[in-house]
């Protein structure tokens, strides 16, 4: 959605869903809220977390849980 129009789906944007609140892509235009980056909103969080969305904080595995072969360990330490 520009300041044009929706060039999706012949001149069709929906707008955005629940989820999309706290997002900083969406922009208001005649009293809706439309994303700036994708046309069909309800799609992208179809599947799972929008990969799109500045408000959602991706999980980091902590490395202290990734598991190190102690024989490689061994080797690099006597390097």
């Given at each position: 959605?520009?300041?044009?129009?929706?060039?999706?789906?012949?001149?069709?944007?929906?707008?955005?869903?629940?989820?999309?609140?706290g997002?900083n892509?969406?922009?208001?235009?005649?009293?809706?809220?439309?994303c700036?980056?994708?046309?069909?909103?309800?799609q992208?969080?179809?599947?799972?977390?929008?990969?799109?969305?500045s408000?959602?904080?991706?999980?980091?595995?902590?490395?202290?849980?990734?598991?190190v072969?102690?024989?490689?360990?061994?080797?690099?330490?006597?390097?």
């Amino acid at each position: 959605m520009s300041k044009k129009g929706c060039s999706f789906n012949g001149g069709i944007c929906h707008g955005i869903v629940e989820k999309c609140e706290g997002c900083n892509r969406k922009i208001g235009f005649s009293s809706k809220w439309y994303c700036t980056a994708y046309p069909d909103p309800s799609q992208k969080w179809k599947t799972g977390n929008c990969n799109l969305a500045s408000h959602v904080v991706k999980a980091v595995a902590p490395e202290s849980k990734i598991k190190v072969n102690p024989l490689k360990a061994s080797k690099r330490a006597a390097k």
